[in-house]
């Protein structure tokens, strides 16, 4: 796979690395000098001069991948995903390789990709299900900062950087959603139809369960004794945003009608491109800024619930437990965490994420397929009106027993 064709997320104004592929030198030797393997990049088999012919088989499925003769070569699988492989290499008509694939008590690197939150979030809890499934030892690597929100709560897992492998991995698997949409060497199925968190489990070979992840908060005394929500408005794209003008508005004066503060805790005051910003809601509280992740979680955890969009924030407001309404056109709810309370106008265009058809664009900040430049653009959120968000915010509060008048007159 070429430099070019590495799975890359842009935000509006700078290119940042989404993804690479260190494979690392081959981590399992024989007795045979030059012969070596390990699925760190797929299946790799690496065999010296001679009259070798190499097998590369699918055990699952019963299919044969690769039947060659080799010399002094690498041979690599096409596939870079979890596969249940079966190797065997002849010399001379001779077998002298056989090696089932068995991740059992032998260490696993887990890559997940730097410059993203939600996605991480989303993806971080199969690292425990394939330790669990195969009883190995299992490094994640991920960026400090979020490294960090799972410590606590995952202790059986190692942490290393981005950057960073181990001595002795025996596999290495790659988390990402890929494009093109249609690379099936790193992705069995195309993420735009089994959602963003379902990918991975496809990727790792385990059962397409959607698990919430586990983030716990490590201040459990509250810094704000007023019952409070936290919101998120800000997104890597302008599709993702509430693009109602006075949507955020309505909604926040409705909350604080009902005796709630409203907490904005997104990490900029002001984020967009081109000729489109978007600032913080008028009348939220700015809680914005540049600082520790785990200052989020310890907001959201005393917070009655979340009002956000397919952003982050959302990820990880869900991952703390907390109500989260989801106000989203652009993706269909298949594409996020289940929450009973997304909200959605079907009547408008919806879905073009979610679209098997439509590429994401991730360099246009305006990105809008069906109907960019047109009066119909954003429609897909435009046309979620602050009064269908409010209806679902008191269904969430009596689901969930919220009445922050009483709680304020219990004070």
């Known amino acids: 796979m070429s430099a070019a064709q590495v799975a890359q997320a842009v935000a509006p104004s700078e290119r940042k690395e989404y993804a690479f592929f260190d494979a690392g030198p081959l981590s399992c030797r024989t007795d045979i000098p030059g012969l070596e393997f390990d699925f760190n990049y797929g299946a790799r088999i690496k065999v010296p001069e001679g009259n070798w012919r190499v097998l590369i088989f699918d055990r699952d499925h019963f299919v044969t991948l690769y039947d060659a003769k080799a010399s002094s070569a690498l041979v690599m699988s096409t596939k870079k995903y979890y596969v249940n492989f079966r190797l065997e290499a002849y010399l001379d008509d001779r077998l002298v390789l056989s090696h089932d694939f068995n991740p059992k008590g032998k ?53 290393v950087g981005p950057d960073e492998r181990p001595d002795d991995i025996y596999a290495t698997y790659y988390m990402g959603i890929f494009f093109p949409c249609d690379d099936r060497m790193h992705q069995p199925v195309d993420w735009r139809i089994v959602g963003l968190q379902k990918t991975i489990p496809h990727i790792l070979g385990l059962p397409p369960d959607e698990i919430r992840p586990q983030i716990a908060s490590q201040n459990l005394v509250r810094a704000i004794d007023e019952p409070y929500v936290c919101i998120g408005t800000q997104a890597t794209s302008q599709a993702k945003y509430w693009n109602n003008p006075t949507g955020w508005l309505n909604t ?68 703390t437990g907390l109500p989260v309404v989801l106000i989203s056109g652009f993706s269909l709810p298949l594409t996020e965490f289940y929450t009973p309370y997304r909200v959605i106008n079907y009547h408008v265009c919806t879905g073009c994420f979610t679209d098997s058809s439509i590429e994401f664009v991730h360099n246009d900040f305006t990105w809008c397929p069906r109907h960019k430049n047109t009066d119909r653009q954003y429609e897909c959120s435009r046309f979620i009106t602050a009064e269908h968000v409010n209806a679902v915010i008191d269904r969430l509060m009596r689901d969930h027993g919220l009445n922050p008048r009483r709680r304020e007159d219990e004070r």
């Open 107 to 159: 260490n696993i690197l887990i890559k997940y990709p730097v410059g993203t939150l939600g996605d991480i979030i989303a993806w971080f809890p199969y690292a425990q299900a394939f330790k669990h499934t195969h009883d190995c030892e299992v490094y994640c690597s991920m960026a400090p900062e979020l490294a960090e929100l799972f410590r606590l709560t995952y202790p059986e897992l190692h942490f």
């Open 252 to 319: 926040i004066r409705y909350l604080k009608r009902k005796g709630y503060r409203v907490l904005c805790i997104d990490r900029e005051v002001c984020h967009g491109g081109g000729s489109r910003w978007n600032t913080i809601p008028y009348g939220a509280e700015d809680f914005t800024g540049n600082r520790p992740l785990q200052d989020r979680v310890d907001l959201l955890h005393h917070a009655d619930f979340f009002v956000g969009l397919p952003s982050g924030l959302s990820w990880l407001a869900w991952a």
